[in-house]
């Protein structure tokens, strides 16, 4: 099928679309400047260029996201542009990336994709919300600003599932030739695990020495993420496991 994806060239559009394209299907790459190969212009934060870009697309998978910059105009703003600009005609399955615990995780960035979230599921668009669990190298890119020195600080009792790219994007891959849902499905890695033992699985490949030292977060936040705010309550799992990952 004809496929365009958003977010085409961030940490999990860079995996997916070559998994797309092996699996046969026509793959288009939206971004501003539209460079690369199969790249088309358009802009989620300004809509200029989103109809064309969009023109016959028979699957959008919507993995464009800001969280460093304004997610209200480019994941809430952005999602209604891409309602009003997508194929009515041709559209068979819009698949959106989200995250899990949007809806329990008191973080501005969170508050933003569930309301992106609500954008689309109000659309009428047959559609598939997919909220993912943390991809393992951002994990490992946390865990290695959060290091000073010897000392590796880590919240107290929070726990988490990251999940390697690689199976997300196999997984959302398998959802392109499925039948939308029509509402949220959830999709993580194969373990639970502490933040605390994450950590210092970590510390023993990466800065090996490092203490790790838990310690407790207080607020809203710090209470959401020790109820499990981040866990997924129900979907599948990738294979991949946290350990293997660091070996690899």
Partial sequence: MEVLVTGATG?????????????????????????GPGGVRGDLATG????????????????????????????????????????????RHLVHVSIVGVDRVPLSYYRAKYAAEQVLLASGLPLTVVRITQFHDFVDELLDTARRGR???????????????????????????????????????PEELSVADLARSWAAVRAPGAHVLATPVPGRLGSALRDGGALPVRGEHGRRTWAEYLRG
């Fill in 151 to 189: 000392l590796l600080p880590v919240p107290m009792g929070w726990r988490a599932r990251p999940v390697d790219v690689a199976d997300a994007a196999a997984h959302l891959t398998g959802l392109v030739d499925a039948p939308p849902t029509g509402g949220v499905v959830e999709f993580s890695g």
């Fill in 48 to 91: 200029r260029d989103l109809g064309p870009a969009l023109a016959g697309a028979e699957v959008v998978v919507h993995a464009a996201s800001d969280p460093r910059g304004n997610p209200w105009e480019v994941d809430v703003a952005g999602a209604r542009r891409l309602v009003e600009a997508v194929d009515r005609t041709r559209l």
């Fill in 11 to 35: 940490r999990l559009g860079r995996v997916l679309v070559p998994q797309l394209r092996d699996a046969g299907h026509g793959v288009r790459q939206l971004s501003r400047r539209g460079a």
